[in-house]
Each structure stands twice: as structure tokens, then as C-alpha cells.
């Protein structure tokens, strides 16, 4: 049932965006094809079949957190889905923009939550109730969401730190990411008992899962950092006309 409710709110929210891109069409198609890929991820985190294994599987839930959060925000971001209220009077989304898009603030918000949710305790208390393993997946996605908000800068972003801090932003970023990956990789012992007392799938151990899922999350992040690194250096290094022109399509 939560599969069918949560696969409804993203249709929905698809529907929304088609119908403002419909009528105002001046989002490019490349845009809309990015909102609509980052609305994929979401549902094959949450509501898909991986999302009935992550309680089987280390890797499985370690897939649904890079969707949540690495993969899923930037392209729904790429999508500038709240430029649809730039022709309305409603003053929300400058708000939140001047609010919640402070880099620092940003930046704390997902390192915090991927920290939180990876203390044995904490993550236990995600597996065993359906309520809390809601929250978990919903503080991933609204810390990404909040993570790549100065990457991206979407409207109606405000840039409040000079552009090139990105670049040490995004490589910061991957510093939780490679402790919590080094500490699951080079552990002997499995992090997570709970996966000991499931049945387990994929034909690996629960040691093995667990040094799957650390490696999947240390090279993901890493190349979609870089990747993203890369792309705002081609950006700075363009001769300011063409970058302009860019940022105008």
C-alpha cells in the first residue's frame, strides 16, 4: 500500500510539472527530461522493487540512499520546477530561496543526516519501523534537495558564496562519505546485525554485502562529485558571453 501511495504522489508531481511546462514552454525539453529522470530515481528508491529489499540487503539500501540523495536532487534540480510560480505573486519560493539555500547550512544538513542515519542504534531504529524508515528516506531526499540547492541554483536560488567555493564544497562533501565507506570496507565484523537475522539475497554474506555496499557508495559519490566538479570548472573557464548565454537558455 505504501508503494501504490508513494508511486502516486510522484505521478502526481510529474503531472504538475507537465502541465506548467505544457503551458509556459520555456524550460528546454533537455530540462523537463531531467525533472522527469530525477522523479524516476525517486520511485526506484522508495517504491520500486529495490525498495523491498533494502531489509534483505545492505546494498540494496545503500542504493535507495545514493538515488535519495546523490543521483535523484540534481536532476530534479536541473528541472527548475519551482520557475513555474516565477509568473505568480506568491512570494514563497523567494523566501525559500533566501531561507534555506545558505551553502553552509546546505552542507551540514546532508552531512548530518548521512551520519545520523549510519550509527548502528539509529539505522536499527529505521529497519524495524515502517514510520521512522519513512523519515529516514524522507530526510534523504530533503537534505539533497538542500545539498545540490547551491550547485545547481535552481530559481529562485541565491548565490551567497562566489561561485568557485563550490569546488571545495563538493570535494568536503565527500569526506563523511569516504570515512563512513572506509570504516564498512575494512571492518571485520558486520556494522548492521540486523542483516544477520534476515534472509539474506544476492548470494553474498552479510560481510560481503556490507563491503558491496561501502564500495558502491565510495566510487558513486566520488564520480558524481567529480563530475559535477568538472562541470562547473568548464563553466568558470568558458569565456563569460558563452556562460552567459548558457545560463539565459
Not at 525517486?42 to 538515488?67: E, F
Not at 529497519?127 to 534523504?140: C, D, L, R, Y
Not at 545540490?148 to 568536503?172: G, T
Request: positive net charge; proline residues 8%; charged residues 10%.
Amino acid at each position: 500500500m505504501a508503494a501504490v501511495t508513494l508511486t502516486f504522489v510522484i505521478a502526481f508531481a510529474g503531472a504538475v510539472y507537465l502541465r506548467g511546462w505544457l503551458h509556459r514552454r520555456s524550460i528546454p525539453v533537455w530540462r523537463a527530461c531531467s525533472f522527469f529522470l530525477g522523479l524516476l530515481a525517486t520511485w526506484i528508491a522508495v517504491a520500486s522493487p529495490i525498495a523491498s529489499w533494502d531489509g534483505h540487503m545492505l546494498t540494496a539500501h545503500m542504493i535507495q540512499h545514493l538515488l535519495l540523495m546523490t543521483i535523484a536532487p540534481p536532476l530534479i534540480w536541473l528541472g527548475d520546477p519551482l520557475i513555474m510560480a516565477r509568473s505568480t505573486r506568491w512570494p514563497f519560493p523567494t523566501r525559500l530561496g533566501r531561507l534555506l539555500g545558505h551553502p553552509a547550512f546546505c552542507w551540514l544538513a546532508a552531512a548530518a543526516a548521512l551520519v545520523a542515519w549510519h550509527v548502528p542504534a539509529i539505522f536499527r531504529l529505521g529497519m524495524q519501523s515502517s514510520t521512522w524508515h519513512f523519515i529516514e528516506h524522507a530526510s534523504f531526499l530533503t537534505t539533497g534537495l538542500l545539498f545540490w540547492w547551491p550547485v545547481i541554483q535552481p530559481w529562485p536560488s541565491v548565490e551567497l558564496w562566489p561561485r568557485w567555493s563550490m569546488l571545495p564544497y563538493l570535494f568536503l562533501a565527500t569526506l563523511p562519505c569516504d570515512v563512513l565507506s572506509g570504516l564498512l570496507v575494512f571492518s571485520d565484523r558486520v556494522a548492521y546485525p540486523i542483516y544477520l537475522c534476515t534472509a539474506h539475497k544476492g548470494g553474498l554474506s552479510p560481510l560481503e554485502d556490507q563491503q558491496c555496499a561501502a564500495a558502491l557508495m565510495w566510487t558513486c559519490v566520488t564520480v558524481v562529485f567529480l563530475a559535477a566538479g568538472t562541470i562547473l570548472s568548464m563553466q568558470m573557464l568558458s569565456p563569460k558571453p558563452r556562460l552567459q548565454e548558457a545560463v539565459s537558455i
